[in-house]
């Protein structure tokens, strides 16, 4: 009988008892995506790798950043802030009463041209404190509307400014109710300067994001005027400083392109501007610019641009320095490669 016992002990307990519970393995299948073998670049970064890397940069961005710089210093730029000067000493006292009032608002400035400028000359306009990034602001407007005139009534995203006397406002919402109305005229030696206005708006704005039968309608007909009227007869398509104005910005200060200066204007050249100082920037403490600028190769000026590349170039350059300076003075031993683990195990099994 003890014989038996243990063959009958081993029987119980062998491998062949089907009746066993199997344990659940929650270990993924194996392939090399999964377990990131696959073959990869694995640099190991000697000192002389980081210093080189370092030179590398530094060698590349400072040319860069210099010719960056150079570029934007040869734009001749002329900024008159003209916001306060425009309004009567009398009146400086409640400037918000002055410029909803009904008074003539002309105003003339003289511009002293500090250097050559050829052309074209580009005239703008530069608001400050005026956030157009605002959600409610930005939301303000119908896209189908501005397109098609089928979809006239699609003013549900314009309020508050979606309809005027029942009847809906096209282009209706914030944006194109609040369209910038200062309008400037230049002469020069008393002759009359022409501002080219066309051409002067993104050319996929006016063939693909403005109709060219979509006209105004019982715009500005509300009780509170916002800003410039338009014209019934023209179509958006070619009103472009509606279609500038309502590329709205991301910033509280910027400015838009209101025309263009086609002719050469002379160092010393007096230039005179005949301005209507209309828009109301006062209520929210803005400030109005009138800025003529020409253009490089790089575009305006912008002096941030080079000075980002001299920054991070200057940095690398000193670091790829104080790297060498350790490096000489004080080295450090390698160790042996062949002991990481993707060399003591390639296939990674």
Not at 33 to 53: D, G, H, M, N
Not at 131 to 146: A, G, I, M, T
Not at 183 to 197: A, D, I
Not at 230 to 241: A, Q
Request: glycine fraction near 6%; hydrophobic fraction near 30%; charge should be positive.
């Amino acid at each position: 009988m003890n014989s038996n016992d243990p063959s009958s002990s081993s029987g119980a307990a062998g491998p062949t008892d089907s009746s066993a519970p199997r344990r659940n393995s929650k270990r993924p299948k194996y392939s090399r995506f999964t377990q990131q073998e696959l073959p990869a670049c694995k640099p190991i970064l000697t000192p002389r790798w980081v210093i080189s890397a370092f030179m590398l940069v530094s060698i590349v961005f400072i040319p860069i950043g210099v010719v960056s710089l150079f570029a934007s210093r040869d734009v001749v730029e002329i900024i008159d802030r003209y916001d306060t000067d425009c309004i009567p000493p009398a009146s400086r006292s409640d400037k918000v009463e002055y410029i909803q009032s009904s008074v003539d608002k002309t105003c003339n400035r003289t511009l002293t041209v500090p250097k050559h400028m050829k052309q074209p000359i580009y005239v703008y306009y530069q608001l400050d404190n005026f956030y157009q990034n605002h959600r409610r602001y930005v939301k303000s407007r119908s896209d189908e509307q501005l397109k098609s005139p089928d979809s006239e009534n699609e003013t549900s995203t314009c309020k508050p400014e979606d309809t005027a006397n029942g009847l809906s406002i096209v282009p209706c919402g914030l944006i194109a109710w609040s369209l910038f109305n200062d309008t400037y005229s230049f002469s020069n030696n008393n002759q009359h300067l022409t501002v080219n206005k066309k051409g002067i708006s993104w050319k996929s704005d006016r063939e693909h994001k403005f109709g060219k039968d979509v006209y105004p309608k019982n715009f500005q007909s509300g009780t509170l005027i916002g800003g410039a009227n338009l014209s019934t007869s023209i179509p958006l398509s070619e009103h472009e400083d509606l279609i500038i104005w309502m590329r709205t910005a991301a910033l509280p200060t910027f400015s838009k392109l209101y025309g263009k200066i086609e002719v050469d204007l002379h160092e010393n050249d007096i230039i005179t501007v005949t301005l209507e100082n209309n828009y109301n920037t006062y209520s929210f403490n803005g400030k109005k610019k009138l800025v003529l600028s020409t253009t490089t190769w790089l575009g305006g000026k912008n002096d941030f641009l080079g000075i980002a590349y001299l920054t991070v170039g200057g940095l690398c350059f000193f670091l790829a320095m104080s790297f060498t300076i350790v490096y000489l003075v004080k080295p450090r031993r390698l160790g042996d490669p062949s002991y990481l683990s993707w060399n003591r195990n390639p296939g990674g099994r």
